[in-house]
């Protein structure tokens, strides 16, 4: 198979999955308790003449088979819904906060890639060293804590202590994205305040991924290093970085690019967490108000946003994996 032929049905597996949660996120927001057309019904600051308006646009007062055929319909329409919450469309509350998580994901997600493979490399080459095993004893000890509890002692050290109790020169805002009105002091102010509210949320969750990446790394590139084409190139006099990068590194990082696929989902999880915890205006924080105050279509929204994503990522994983290595295009 060609690697246009391989992309092809890539693809074509992928639009089956999104299509499957879809199906899912559909009928799961319609079994969860407060059905939405109970809800339109008992919410007194719903107008009664527009409560019958998006009743009828929805298809909230049809069998369970035609609201489904009309979700579909809106969804490739682009209509998410209507936020109960915000008593605006679920695709403009999503469009206001999805740039945010982008942004911080985005940035956190580079740099997960980046340093998470080459530390987890050069950690391996010194297998056995002081290096590994303290590389070993500090992944095992950040695993083993709660990424909100990491982002909550974030905000208390280098936030709230270092400004008001240690009176530290250089501190980090503990909440928000931004200051209020720092868009009118001019392009480059304004982008220097994002980048610091950015610093602590960003933090905390590149620790967490370059730490699991590297883990990840470390353990495929100590199985490659054993194995008998690593003697062999070894026993025909390449130095010890040609048998490392040529030859090691390039086996080694295969799964690792499927894995990073795979970890956007986790990313978004903990994307939940930290932004909560930091109160950043993204889809994280949004979905976590949306759960805990019942506005069923935005969490629809959110979840089918993020299903999206999830499988673009393992999309993307895929092709990239078939670019760098060809026998897989012909599995």
């Known amino acids: 198979m060609g690697l246009r032929g391989y992309i092809f049905k890539k693809l074509f597996f992928a639009f089956i999955a999104f299509f499957v949660a879809l199906t899912a996120v559909f009928f799961l927001y ?43 319909r809106n969804l490739f329409q682009g209509d998410l819904g209507y936020s109960y919450l915000k008593k605006i469309p679920v695709t403009e509350v999503i469009g206001n906060s999805l740039p945010w998580t982008l942004l911080l994901l985005g940035t956190s997600f580079i740099l997960n890639a980046v340093i998470g493979i080459f530390l987890g490399a050069f950690v391996a080459w010194r297998r056995g060293s002081k290096l590994d095993t303290g590389f070993v004893l500090t992944y095992n000890f950040y695993n083993a804590i709660p990424l909100f509890f990491v982002g909550m002692v974030f905000i208390a050290i280098f936030g709230h202590y270092a400004r008001n109790v240690w009176g ?20 480059f102010l304004h982008f220097t305040d994002i980048l610091w509210h950015l610093v602590l949320p960003l933090t905390v969750l590149t620790i967490a991924g370059v730490l699991g990446w590297s883990w990840f790394m470390r353990g495929n590139l100590i199985n490659i290093l054993t194995e008998d084409y690593i003697k062999t190139a070894r026993a025909k006099g390449l130095n010890e970085n040609q048998v490392l990068y040529r030859h090691g590194f390039r086996n080694a990082i295969l799964p690792v690019v499927t894995n990073i696929g795979m970890s956007i989902g986790g990313l978004i999880g903990g994307a939940v967490l930290i932004e909560t915890v930091f109160s950043y205006p993204g889809t994280g924080r949004m979905l976590y108000e949306a759960l805990i105050r019942h506005d069923y279509p935005l969490v629809q929204g959110a979840f089918i946003i993020i299903a999206g994503l999830t499988l673009l990522g393992l999309l993307l994983a895929e092709i990239v994996y078939g670019f760098i290595d060809p026998r897989i295009r012909t599995s």
């Open 168 to 187: 530290w020169p250089i501190y980090f805002p503990t909440h928000g994205a931004q200051r209020p009105g720092s868009s009118e002091w001019g392009p």
């Open 30 to 72: 319609h079994v969860i308790p407060g059905n939405p057309a109970n809800i339109f019904a008992t919410d007194r600051t719903v107008d009664p003449a527009q409560r019958e308006v998006l009743l009828e646009r929805w298809g909230l007062n049809e069998p369970l088979w035609k609201q489904y055929g009309i979700f579909l």
